[in-house]
């Protein structure tokens, strides 16, 4: 029997995983110059119909992070806005963790300029 609440417990945190949909799914800056636009918008999407809450994420002191609102009604959508402020010159690569109160693990955004 135990077996079986296990599968139910893994199958259950994937579906909960698909609640939340974030786009873009990956940043690339390329080559940072003074020309490339270090601002990028974020949406997070609610697909579940039941209230979703952004509770912590992982973004480093190399960026500025504005959020629309931690809090995310049936089929709404927040604003995550970061800048992107690298502290030295040189290939970056981040992998920044979003955390959701209906999620038993975070979503990865991955980050990376050269």
Do not use: W
């Not at 609440?5 to 994937?14: G, P, Q, T, W």
């Not at 959020?67 to 806005?81: H, L």
């Amino acid at each position: 029997m135990k077996p079986l609440c296990i599968l139910s417990l893994m199958i259950s945190a994937c579906f909960v995983q698909a609640q939340v949909r974030i786009s873009p799914q990956a940043i690339h800056f390329g080559t940072f110059t003074r020309d490339t636009e270090p601002v990028v918008d974020i949406l997070v999407e609610n697909l579940s119909g039941q209230r979703d809450f952004l509770l912590r994420h992982t973004f480093s002191h190399e960026y500025d992070v504005r959020i629309s609102s931690s809090e995310m009604q049936p089929g709404g959508i927040i604003v995550i806005r970061i800048r992107f402020n690298p502290r030295k010159n040189g290939p970056f690569e981040d992998r920044i963790q979003l955390y959701f109160a209906t999620s038993p693990t975070p979503l990865i955004l991955p980050v990376t300029a050269l």
